[in-house]
């Protein structure tokens, strides 16, 4: 390991993976699965864990004897398999899940061969119930976060929404990449470094108007589980972590409707069953903003697009649409995932016009198919299709009115990034100690950006292009084991991920491990290691409110970029509160980037690959402190991360390490939430994040500047306090629909909070003392960009039934 000054505190270890130790890893996997399932051959239980009202499952349940012996706990889709004892131990059993009365059932094998269907009745008949999924089988730990939906959802965001993903960066050893920012940075990593899946559909821009909202869709969103660290050898492809987000199914029940409209955008949605046996339901919710329709209604007349007057409009948009279908053993599903921000600026003023329109947005297409054997084993298989889109259009017309001919400048840009991706995947569960899956990965990615610049002058246009083509395929082979031993006081998670490019035996190792144990009741140790490949590379040309992305798929000249981390901690529950401390050291490498000062859209069209720079190192160390309390009337939750992140690359900054962009060195994550009576909610959230980097010039003449190292400087801090208040009632005369109106302020106290900078030269005359001549100083001028004052925000939401 470098040691360098400045460091906030410092361990080490050292990891080496050969390939004799992978074989003899590889043995005692096997062999550790044959002795476990030899442990018991006993008769079983399936079933699934349904909602008693929508029969919409209740993914990781807890099933559990009453006399505590055996236990077992639902996977994703609420599916459970418990082991049945001897004759005459326990006759019955309970299942309890947070926000529903605990259920009460004989334990008694099943006379078909079709999974049991437990049903729980909510305990709660407001429309939100808390929901906390434990992260997986493991004690508290803050490697793996489950928060609940429901926390989430009324966490104070803009407008009064509610925001899911961008309430994250209140959790430990998460934060934002910059104001208003959705993006998510896990342990100091690239927010291009988490993989957001959205019902295991990656997304690659989640943000809205750069980041005032995510495209997670609120209305439809069931569990968000965050993986940091030990994340399961299934997930693959980014080096920080992972944020799953799983769509609910849609009530079986009966046809329900949601309508929603605030300061920013309007929203519904609508859920239902589907054919006469409801074994099939359906979900489709939709999002759009609709201040752009009355803004583009009322300046209709005050301007012409590309030709005359100023205007300005934004328009975002989300559709998420799901379908499942039960077919006894088979389950089919298949789901769409659409996203996307238009948007025109246009000025007519100096005798100049100048416009930018611009668009991107995501497409996903996934069906999915899974069996479950009458032994107990699941088969997954998937296949999705994504797109995500990038168009930047720039007109520059001069208006010249001495009739002299003019040149009209025009610029086109595009990126487009296609992937499809097929999996398939077996698990089994051999006893109540050990299940285990394994699965084929493959992703082919297509990625096109072009750039085409025009110049027109009277009759005479000269054009100038040039587009970038690439096409790769990721194979990944995987498989993990999770084991319970010592009476279930100790869990291992086992995995390991072999990955590549092309058709070739995949030869990149990606160990993965995450064990508890339990030393005595509600007090955890954990500890975790990762190692993580990454072959797509993410090009972020500068700090920008738009997405201004570009991507190059790994090569032989930039191979994929490498990750390992290591983190050991402690935990613990007690009753209603629950405390993490977690250490983590992480070191990163094969890392690309832009070459400072290249950094433009244009200039990586144009002078690609010269402009990129690889063969990258970083290392991030950091310490994270959670402490949570959940109540009845009154929550909270403190989130604290002290962290370094830093990189090198041999042409930058002379090869000197220089700190990451966005290295947060102190990360303050508050919340709180208070019941005031029996439908109103007061919460608040506040962040406290350390600025994060930027070069400062040290000198600047009329001609040039003089920097000094890179990224040594720091914005000032970013704090915010964000604060709202809910109602949730039931209409009177219509006791099916139900209500919830959010008062919401963005930004309290109005701090101007910076997300970006501008240099410039300021002119000023003055005199010469000695000589008394007037003389001409330039100085250095910085002027910080911020985007959001305080904001008030109101959104109303009504539930049909």
Sequence with gaps: ?????????????????????????????????????????????????????????????????????????????????????????????????????????????AAGTQPTVFSLAA??????????????????????????????????????????LKSLALLPGISSGSEGSAAINIRGGNPNQTDLLIDGNRIY???????????????GTKTVTVYKGGVPARYGGRLSGVVDITLREGRRDKLVKTFGIGFGTMQAALEGPVGKDKQGSFLVTGRYSYPSIINNLANSGSYEKLESGSHESISLYDFVGKYRRDLGRHVVTASAFISGDNGLTQNDRNF????????????????????????????????????????????????????????????????????????????????????????????????????EDKFTTGELTQTFDRTIGQDSLEVALYASADVKLLRDRLQLMMGLRVSGLGLALPRNVEPRLRLSYNFYEGFYLNASYDHHFQYVHQLTPSISLYPNELYLLANDQFPAERSRQAAVGVGGLHGSLQWSVEAFHKRLDQLVRLNPGQERDADFVERFPQNVVGDGEGEVRGLEIYLKRTGEKFDYSIAYTLSRSDRRYDEVNEGRWFPFTFDRQHDLGITTSLAIGKKWRLNTAFIY?????????????????????????????????????????????????????????????????????????????????????????????????????????????????
């Excluded at 609420?78 to 009460?104: A, C």
């Excluded at 009739?403 to 990034?417: C, G, K, N, P, Y």
């Excluded at 704090?719 to 109602?727: E, H, T």
Aim: proline fraction near 6%; avoid cysteine; aromatic fraction near 12%.
């Design 1 to 109: 390991m470098i040691n360098r000054t400045g460091r906030v505190f410092s361990f080490q270890y050292k990891i080496s993976v050969n390939p004799i130790s992978i074989r003899l890893g590889i043995v005692l996997l096997v062999g550790g699965f044959i002795s476990l399932s030899s442990l018991s051959a006993q008769t079983t239980l399936t079933g699934v864990v349904r909602d008693s009202l929508t029969q919409e499952s209740l993914p990781f349940a807890n099933v559990q004897s009453h006399d505590g012996k055996i236990g077992a706990t639902a996977d994703e889709a609420g599916y459970f398999k418990l082991q049945l004892p001897e004759p005459g131990s326990t006759d019955s059993f309970r299942i309890t899940y947070v926000g529903y009365r605990m259920g009460n059932f004989a334990l008694v094998p």
């Design 123 to 164: 305990s709660s008949l407001l429309p939100t119930v808390e929901v906390t999924v434990p992260g997986s089988t493991f004690g508290p730990t803050a490697g793996v976060l489950t928060p609940s939906v429901a926390e989430l959802k009324r966490t104070p965001v803009l407008f009064g929404e509610a925001d899911p």
């Design 205 to 219: 821009n989640v943000n809205h108007i750069g980041g005032i909202l995510s495209a997670v869709p609120t209305l």
């Design 352 to 451: 100049n016009l100048s416009a930018d329109d611009f668009a991107w947005g995501n497409r996903s297409f996934t069906l999915k198919h899974q069996y479950r054997s009458p032994g107990g084993g699941v088969w997954s298989n998937s296949l999705q299709y994504l797109n995500y889109s990038y168009q930047f259009d720039r007109w520059v017309k001069p208006d010249d009115r001495s009739d002299r001919e003019v040149t009209i400048a025009q610029r086109e840009l595009s990126s487009s990034l296609n992937d499809v991706v097929a999996t398939t995947e077996y698990a089994y569960g051999f006893n109540r100690h050990l299940d285990v899956y394994a699965g084929l990965y493959t992703a082919g990615h297509s990625f096109r950006t072009a750039i």
């Design 689 to 801: 994040q350390s600025g994060h980097r930027f070069t400062l010039p040290l000198a600047s003449t009329a001609f040039f500047q003089v920097w000094g190292d890179y990224n040594d400087a720091r914005l000032p801090a970013f704090n915010i306090l964000n604060v709202s208040a809910s109602k949730q009632w039931r209409g009177k005369r219509r006791a099916n629909r139900h209500h919830e109106l959010t008062f919401s302020l963005y930004n309290a106290y109005n701090r101007p909070n910076p997300y970006t900078l501008e240099f410039g030269n300021s002119w000023s005359q003055g005199i010469d003392p000695q000589t008394g001549l007037v003389t001409e100083v330039v100085s250095l001028e910085v002027v910080t960009l911020s985007a959001f004052p305080i904001l008030p925000g109101v959104n109303y939401t009504v539930t049909i039934k």
